[in-house]
């Protein structure tokens, strides 16, 4: 089978991120002491949901018969909220015996977690619309009851935070993570200097921007099927006034998982640097740590290494040994780390080697790891390259390449200059199609003219394309 190129350029990343917006509190309600769902309203009856269609010979979380999850209460932090501000809603669970507890899992008014600042909006006719809870087990049956009610006022919360994230490209748990505030009955705006985030994993960080880089690879990854990050981000400004807004991430426990469902031991995987970056003498260099989540040192007993290639030959496994790739044979908790690298000069169509590691923990359990060694991708020409369509895009990258200094930009490069304003002058991409152009998306080229259609016009009205690196 040839190896699908599109993928190679990252790290194999089984990981479910799920996240909900987080606002901050009115300012006008009284903070209320977390009280038993069943003082707010009677939930009712707790009712199976009909099983969803799963995929056909799929093994996974799905395809296990187990009983469902038993709701034990629901905790409403407030009596009363103004529309806009949230309110933290939290399940209480447990599976029959407590045995699969691990694996229980859940969905709040529409969001994933446990624990779930929900915001509430009225009608328009002044009704709140019918929300649910959805409680998931081992086999994913789940069982649904009504989220109890709360009082919702008529009075607008002065502001919200909304905090957005993304998942780093080549790595499993690094993320991106932004705040904004939103003003909604504020009589003038907030401007913050400073940003303190909790990152619900113990650790913290202030930052002078509104964003920041946090890898949770530090978060216990063997004990449950999911891990609930509760972010909470503090935004204050120059006389010292506070508003602050919460944020729920749910990520997938990879080891967890492969352990539960497949009886295999996962070895983590983190690239440095996340993109490979070609010497001037035409290799590749870079590093990788290799670490697990067992208690006991695992023993590597056998690697191959597949080299893939740009042409049409097919691709070639070789054995390696084991001590001269990794120094080693026993790999312990905390993981090692090799160096590695690849010659493009030695072998131009040489696409990427991948290494398949294989071994066997202390209590007899098969250990799987894979990591990738890439050439990167071929710098743009003038003879041959994407043409650049949307002029808005267009001044962006050259924008980006003189406050940069470079010939070429990458999408990452945008996103930081975006973040940091450097664009705020400009339209946004897509927001001025070259006329007589058909539709385009960014930098990608139209879709070819339909009957009745006029055909592909220039690249940008000047006449000039320009070279975009782009990104994974």
């Keep these: 089978m040839r190896p699908r190129r599109s993928l190679a350029a990252a790290i194999v990343v089984a990981a479910v991120v799920l996240a909900v917006v987080a606002i901050v509190r009115c300012q006008t309600t009284p903070r209320g002491k977390p009280i038993h769902a069943s003082s707010v309203a009677e939930p009712g009856p707790a009712r199976p949901v009909p099983p969803r269609p799963r995929p056909p010979g799929g ?24 529309e806009g501000e949230e309110n933290l809603i939290t399940v209480h669970a447990h599976t029959p015996d407590g045995a699969d507890d691990a694996f229980l899992h859940g969905v709040i008014d529409g969001a994933p977690g446990l624990s779930v600042p929900v915001v509430s909006f009225r009608n328009r006719d002044g009704t709140i619309p019918p929300r649910s809870i959805l409680v998931f087990g081992r086999g994913d049956a789940p069982v649904e009851v009504p989220l109890p009610d709360f009082e919702v006022k008529e009075c607008m919360a002065e502001r919200r935070v909304v905090i957005d994230f993304r998942l780093q490209p080549n790595t499993e748990s690094e993320f991106e993570l932004s705040a904004r505030i939103q003003e909604l009955a504020a009589a003038a705006p907030f401007q913050p200097v400073r940003w303190r985030w909790d990152f619900g994993d113990g650790t913290t960080a202030e930052t002078t921007d509104p964003w920041v880089v946090h890898d949770f690879e530090g978060r216990r990854q063997d004990q449950t099927l999911y891990a609930s990050l509760a972010i909470r981000v503090e935004a204050i400004d120059a006389a010292g006034a506070r508003v602050a807004g919460r944020h729920t991430i749910v990520i997938q426990n990879r080891p967890f998982a492969n352990l539960a469902f497949a009886g295999t031991v996962t070895l983590s995987v983190r690239l440095t640097p996340r993109f490979p970056e070609r010497g001037p003498d035409g290799r590749v260099r870079g590093r990788v740590r290799l670490w697990h989540h067992r208690p006991d040192p695992v023993t590597i007993e056998r690697v191959v290494a597949r080299r893939n290639y740009h042409d049409q030959r097919p691709y070639q496994e070789r054995p390696v040994d084991v001590e001269a790739l990794l120094g080693t044979r026993t790999i312990p908790p905390a993981g090692i780390e090799i160096a590695v690298e690849l010659d493009t000069a030695a072998e131009p169509d040489l696409f990427s080697i991948d290494y398949w590691l294989e071994g066997t923990s202390a209590e007899g359990l098969p250990v799987r790891g894979f990591f990738p060694v890439m050439t990167p991708p071929k710098l743009p020409t003038a003879d041959d390259h994407q043409p650049v369509r949307d002029p808005a895009l267009g001044a962006r990258i050259r924008r980006a390449r003189e406050l940069l200094g470079k010939d070429y930009v990458t999408d990452e490069d945008l996103w930081a200059l975006d973040r940091r304003g450097a664009f705020d002058d400009l339209p946004a991409p897509g927001s ?41």
């Excluded at 009983?67 to 409403?76: A, K, S």
């Design 59 to 82: 093994a996974g979380p799905g395809s296990v018969d187990a009983p469902p999850p038993i709701i034990d209460e629901i905790t409403v932090e407030k009596t009363e909220v103004c």
């Design 432 to 472: 001025t199609p070259p006329s007589g152009t058909p539709p385009s998306y960014g930098d990608l080229p139209p879709h070819p003219p339909r009957p009745g259609e006029p055909g592909p016009a220039e690249p940008l009205p000047t006449g000039e394309t320009l070279p975009v690196l782009p990104g994974p």
